[in-house]
Every structure is written in C-alpha cells, then in structure tokens.
C-alpha cells in the first residue's frame, strides 16, 4: 500500500463486500425463520392428528374390549367393571 487513498479504497471494498454479505444473512435469516414457522405449525397439525388417532384407537379398543370377543373375556369384565365403578362415582358425585 504506497498511499492512505489506496487503503482507503481498499477498505470500502472491503465493507461493500461485508455489508453485502450481511444482507445476504439477514435474507436467509428471514427465509429459515418462516420456514422454522411453517414447521411448527405443521408439527403441531401432526400432534393433534396422533391425538385424535390415539383417541380412536382406545375407543376402538374398547369397543372391541366391550364387545365381548372370547379371547379378551378377562379384559372385557375388568372394563366393565371400572365402568361401572366410575358410573356408582358419577352418582355418588350426583346425590351430594
């Protein structure tokens, strides 16, 4: 470098480079921002949907239990009888 002019040219190249890049992160910042958004939200679409799938399925289960089927007769009088503690609850619940 013979003279300060020179650095100083040198220098705003420098910073125009740096400036530039910089705006070029802040784009990219933006764009990962609304696709992290995008994500979440669809994560959570994707939760909700596990669920609802959950609850049908230990309604299905249920429903299979309930049903009385010759392998599960066990597994049917134990969940007919919880239902029926959890009905003599509702009504104790009910008279006082």
Known sequence: MSNPLEAVHLLEDKLKKLLSYYEFLKEENQVL???NAKLHILLEEKEQQLKARDE???LLKVAKTIEGSNENTRETKLKINALVREIDKCITLLNS
């Open 33 to 35: 921002l609304q696709n």
């Open 56 to 58: 049908e399925y230990k």
